[in-house]
Each structure stands twice: as structure tokens, then as C-alpha cells.
């Protein structure tokens, strides 16, 4: 199971910092990502870190703003998300499952139940 949280209300500019923990598995051995779904629209991918952390994959929407990161001894990965800007509210989901990361080359089984992010301008 994957319980994402930490979504809320921001002013833009600010900043959030999204969880995402994994029990009932070996998600260690799992690529984790994050996708988003704003209402109206279809779900997308954010950002994506490999089983040991040492390769992540981004959005073009989000680089340089969003960091994911993973602590594999707490079963958690995180979304640091700075600079948000209104166009990033939607509800935020975590994802894990075999392969390297991108959406393409990564078979995400298992999903989180989201955690909304609105951001207010």
C-alpha cells in the first residue's frame, strides 16, 4: 500500500513538501514516481526516482522547481515542490513499480489514494 500526504493550500511562490509511504511490500526494489491530475484533465506524470535513488526523471514542467527523493530504510519518497505556481493544483499521486523510472520504461502497479495541492495566486 502507498498513503500519500502533505498536499494543502499555498500561496504561489510557496512551497510543499509531498510523502509518500510504502508498507506491505518490498517497494525498495521499485522505481516510485509521482503523477498529478488537475480537474478536468488527465493524469501526468511529475517525477520519477529509481529503486536506489541515484537517477531521477522529471517534467519539463516542474524541472528546476520539484526534487524527488526516496529513503529506502523508511520506506518513503518524497516531492519537494518549490515555487509552486497555480497551474500545479490537482491531486497529487504517488506510484511504484519494475523499471527504471519514466512513465514508458516503468510498470507502475501500485497506486497511492492522492493528496490534493491547490495553489492560490
Known amino acids: 500500500q502507498l498513503q500519500a500526504s502533505g498536499g494543502g493550500l499555498v500561496q504561489a511562490g510557496g512551497s510543499l513538501r509531498l510523502s509518500c509511504a510504502a508498507s506491505?511490500?518490498?517497494?525498495?526494489?521499485?522505481?516510485m514516481g509521482w503523477f498529478r491530475q488537475a480537474p478536468g484533465k488527465e493524469r501526468e506524470f511529475v517525477k520519477a526516482?529509481?529503486?536506489?535513488?541515484?537517477?531521477?526523471h522529471s517534467a519539463a514542467s516542474v524541472t528546476g522547481r520539484f526534487t524527488i527523493s526516496r529513503d529506502n530504510a523508511k520506506n518513503t519518497v518524497y516531492l519537494q515542490m518549490n515555487s509552486l505556481k497555480p497551474e500545479d493544483t490537482a491531486v497529487y499521486y504517488c506510484?511504484?513499480?519494475?523499471?527504471?523510472?519514466?512513465?514508458?520504461?516503468?510498470?507502475?502497479?501500485?497506486w497511492g489514494q492522492g493528496t490534493k495541492v491547490t495553489v492560490s495566486s
Open positions: 506510484a511504484a513499480g519494475p523499471g527504471a523510472g519514466p512513465p514508458g520504461r516503468t510498470k507502475y502497479d501500485y
Open positions: 506491505g511490500h518490498t517497494f525498495s526494489v521499485y522505481a
Open positions: 526516482i529509481n529503486w536506489s535513488g541515484g537517477r531521477t
